[in-house]
């Protein structure tokens, strides 16, 4: 492929990396609860997830979420289901005690984290009828394979790189923690916008081929 295409490619991907959804939204909590480090270490899950759907959109199992009602909506109501109930888990969290936030952090493991992150971005449909949707537009068809991979590498390289910047606003959002009221708010803020998204994965409706 071209110069020229991987150009054009790399700010209208990272523009999508950049989007505000619910991925980007744990990067942000993480990094304010848990610290800058642990947020990085937890978008592994993450990236993971979207190497995987790189790889099902390039086998064409992609094709799959877009040609069946009932395949996208299966995987649609599963991740709504699951934004909701980590918005109500964040809702009903509360603020615990300026003395208790320290000793609190440690209770979520990186490992942990890197799950939620990864169960988060498997689950959104919408992932993979990006790269559906998205990537033909600048693959080479005399080289379908190689081109497909050196976009996926260049998603995932600038997906971190919308993470890091996420995790540093987060990580200096963390300084406020300490105050039990600002934490009780940000908790609120950041569960209901997890209901919101999942409300809006639950109102998608599957694109027509």
Known sequence: ???DTILWFIPAC???NMAFGPNNLLALTNAMRAGIAA????SLGRILAFAIMIVITALGLGALLIASEIAFSAVKWVGAAYLVWL???LLRAGAPRVGDLDAA???RTTASLARQEFWVAIGNPKAILIFTAFFPQFLDRGDYATS???LGLIFLLLEMAAIAIYAFIGSHLGRFAGNSNVFSWMNKASGGLM???GAMLALA???TA
Request: net charge positive.
């Open 1 to 3: 492929m071209s110069t």
């Open 14 to 16: 990272f523009a999508l």
């Open 39 to 42: 947020a990085l270490a937890a």
């Open 87 to 89: 918005g109500l888990k």
């Open 105 to 107: 952090r440690p209770a």
């Open 148 to 150: 497909f991979a050196v």
């Open 195 to 197: 209901i919101a998204f």
């Open 205 to 207: 409706h599957r694109p």
